[in-house]
T-cell receptor, first 116, second 109 residues
Framework: EAEVAQSPRYKITEKSQAVAFWCDPISGHATLYWYRQILGQGPELLVQFQDESVVDDSQLPKDRFSAERLKGVDSTLKIQPAELGDSAMYLC??????????????FGPGTRLTVL | GIQVEQSPPDLILQEGANSTLRCNFSDSVNNLQWFHQNPWGQLINLFYIPSGTKQNGRLSATTVATERYSLLYISSSQTTDSGVYFCAVVYSSASKIIFGSGTRLSIRP
């Protein structure tokens, strides 16, 4: 069964350092999502791509976060510089389509980031 | 403001019991999904249910869009059902995905 791949699974870094997360969606899925999940809370959407274009990045802290999906397939989320409050689980999901509605989302295993 | 409220926040049951989880939303929605997050953090889609009723084995879900709520039913609970159950909606007015804060379910053997 096709899955969303993410790496690394765990990342420990010091504040002010740069970190990057990678996501490979299910083949053929045009829509890709990055979420941040703080312990005890539901996931919060950071950025949504339709192919290589950003559909929504209203919750992305653009002074330190960036995301790209250059060829409309895999995606990278970067934080520079990392802050203590960035410690969280970063989840990637993909879905077949986005046509004003959301299609069924499939999630990767996540990257757990700890900032010291 | 736009909200997704889930109840109860925590639920502890014995194996074999039935449970009902509720999701209330504050405006008309295009879509609604239920997810299960296992103790290792993996989120699994359970239902894509903007309206109506669906069933999958011991799980079923009903969304009454006109009354702005959805229910997730789990029958004959098993210890593997433990974890956090999330409701996520896309509001018609915003086309933005919003997750509730979840219901933490613990099934005791």
């Amino acid at each position: 069964e096709a899955e969303v791949a993410q790496s690394p699974r765990y990342k420990i870094t010091e504040k002010s350092q740069a970190v990057a997360f990678w996501c490979d969606p299910i083949s053929g899925h045009a829509t890709l999502y990055w979420y941040r999940q703080i312990l005890g809370q539901g996931p919060e959407l950071l950025v949504q791509f339709q192919d290589e274009s950003v559909v929504d990045d209203s919750q992305l802290p653009k002074d330190r976060f960036s995301a790209e999906r250059l060829k409309g397939v895999d995606s990278t989320l970067k934080i520079q510089p990392a802050e203590l409050g960035d410690s969280a689980m970063y989840l990637c999901a993909s879905s077949l389509t986005w046509e004003g509605d959301t299609d069924t989302q499939y999630f990767g295993p996540g990257t757990r980031l700890t900032v010291l | 403001g736009i909200q997704v409220e889930q109840s109860p926040p925590d639920l502890i049951l014995q194996e074999g019991a039935n449970s009902t989880l509720r999701c209330n939303f504050s405006d008309s929605v295009n879509n609604l999904q239920w997810f299960h997050q296992n103790p290792w953090g993996q989120l699994i889609n359970l239902f894509y249910i903007p309206s109506g009723t669906k069933q999958n084995g011991r799980l079923s879900a009903t969304t009454v869009a006109t009354e702005r709520y959805s229910l997730l039913y789990i029958s004959s609970s098993q210890t593997t059902d433990s974890g956090v159950y999330f409701c996520a909606v896309v509001y018609s007015s915003a086309s933005k995905i919003i997750f509730g804060s979840g219901t933490r379910l613990s099934i005791r053997p």
